[in-house]
Antibody, heavy 121, light 107 residues
């Protein structure tokens, strides 16, 4: 069974940093590109970043470029998101998700259960 | 970035009703459109990919249609477990974007 488990969330002061992790199991991790998506309380979904299976191709949403860094360790079946200079508006549940593909089509499936990041002084 | 706009933002419906949610893209995206369902406190779940392809295990009362800029998610006969928030997502570019969501509530 494919499983994704995020961790690393918590309460952080504005200006602080955090590294989120996503532990993957049940599939060949290095063969799949991965994503981070967040959801602020009571709000919609916001795609943040994508990394290819090898880690050689990375994309970021404009809103987080320069502050967020995605990475992966295929030997550890783990995905990471480093978040720097945290702001109040970064408060959200952060999800990791696999990029599922069929030909040139892609979608996110499955998703982890999410980890909550709260930015507050 | 491609903007995705869903309508309505919320709707109230009864069990057995036919429900239609629309999603409009700010530019043509072909059929690169996905639909997700999210229940409170849970992660989103894929329902339909590539505009009309039903994900394995998803009930056939869900269907998707459209291409270009205008898309529709239809629930043919609303069931109690369908009360949730639905999101569209474009995968035309590698800067994926979601619609703002449509909350389906019980009337």
């Amino acid at each position: 069974e494919v499983q994704l488990a995020e961790s690393g969330g918590g309460l952080v002061q504005p200006g602080g940093s955090l590294r989120l992790s996503c532990a993957a199991s049940g599939f060949t991790f290095s063969s799949h590109s991965m994503n981070w998506v967040r959801q602020a309380p009571g709000k919609g979904l916001e795609w943040l970043s994508h990394i290819s299976g090898s880690g050689s191709t990375i994309y970021y949403a404009e809103s987080v470029k320069g502050r967020f860094t995605i990475s992966r360790d295929n030997a550890k079946n783990s995905l990471y998101l480093q978040i720097n200079s945290l702001r109040d508006e970064d408060t959200a549940v952060y999800y990791c998700a696999i990029t599922a593909e069929s030909g040139v089509r892609n979608w996110f499936d499955p998703w982890g259960q999410g980890t909550l990041v709260t930015v507050s002084s | 970035d491609i903007q995705m706009t869903q309508s309505p933002s919320s709707l109230s419906a009864s069990i057995g009703d036919r429900v239609t949610i629309t999603c409009r893209a700010s530019q043509s995206i072909g059929s690169y459109l996905n639909w997700y369902q999210q229940k409170p406190g849970k992660a989103p779940k894929i329902l339909i990919f590539a505009a009309y392809s039903l994900q394995r295990g998803v009930p056939s009362r869900f269907s998707g249609s459209g291409s270009g800029t205008d898309f529709t998610l239809t629930i043919s006969s609303l069931q109690p477990e369908d009360f949730a928030t639905y999101y569209c997502q474009q995968s035309y570019t590698t800067l994926w974007t979601f619609g703002q969501g449509t909350k389906v509530e019980i009337k």
